[in-house]
């Protein structure tokens, strides 16, 4: 039996797909609005 069902392991590959591309670009806002949607956004330096 898979630990993972196999959505949650698409989900955390388009996740990763999705990390991978804002580190590739610098968007660093981008990875705020994944992993802390709700944390007031940096102001812009």
């Keep these: 039996m898979d630990i ?26 981008g990875l705020h609005a994944i992993f802390a949607p709700d944390a007031v956004s940096m102001p812009p330096s």
């Design 4 to 29: 993972l069902a196999d959505q949650d392991v698409q989900a955390i590959l388009a996740l990763d797909r999705q990390f991978q591309n804002i580190m590739a670009s610098g968007d660093y806002e």
